[in-house]
C-alpha cells in the first residue's frame, strides 16, 4: 500500500511538505510523485532512483524537490513557492508506475494541494 499525507490549503508562495509511506520495501525501486487535476492525464512530475538522483518536469524545476528515506520506505515532496497552477491530488507511485497488484493498476488515495491566488 502507499499512503499519501501532508497536502492542505496554502496560499500562493507558501510551502507543503508530503509524505509518501510504502508498507513494502521500495528502496530498489525508482519513486515519483505524480499529479491529477479533473479532466487531465496524471502527470509525473517529481522522480527519484533508488541511488538518490532526482528529476522534475519544467513546471516544478527549482521549486520542488524530491527525496526519499530508505529505512522508513517513505518518499517526500518539499514544495515551495506554490502557485495555484499547482492545485491537484497528488500521488506517489514506481516509476514508470504504476504498481500493479494482482493483476491491476494501484494508486494510493492521494492527497490534495489547493493553492488559492
Known amino acids: 500500500h502507499l499512503v499519501e499525507s501532508g497536502g492542505g490549503l496554502v496560499q500562493a508562495g507558501g510551502s507543503l511538505r508530503l509524505s509518501c509511506a510504502a508498507s513494502?520495501?521500495?528502496?530498489?525501486?525508482?519513486m515519483g510523485w505524480y499529479r491529477q487535476v479533473p479532466g487531465k492525464q496524471r502527470e509525473l512530475v517529481a522522480r527519484?532512483?533508488?541511488?538518490?538522483?532526482?528529476d522534475y518536469a519544467d513546471s516544478v524545476k527549482g521549486r520542488f524537490t524530491i527525496s526519499r528515506d530508505n529505512p522508513r520506505n517513505t518518499v517526500y515532496l518539499q514544495m515551495n513557492s506554490l502557485k495555484p497552477e499547482d492545485t491537484a491530488v497528488y500521488y506517489c507511485?514506481?516509476?514508470?508506475?504504476?504498481?500493479?497488484?494482482?493483476?491491476?493498476?494501484?494508486w494510493g488515495q492521494g492527497t490534495q494541494v489547493t493553492v488559492s491566488s
Open positions: 513494502q520495501t521500495i528502496f530498489t525501486i525508482e
Open positions: 507511485n514506481a516509476v514508470p508506475g504504476p504498481f500493479r497488484i494482482n493483476g491491476r493498476d494501484f
Open positions: 527519484i532512483t533508488s541511488a538518490g538522483s532526482t
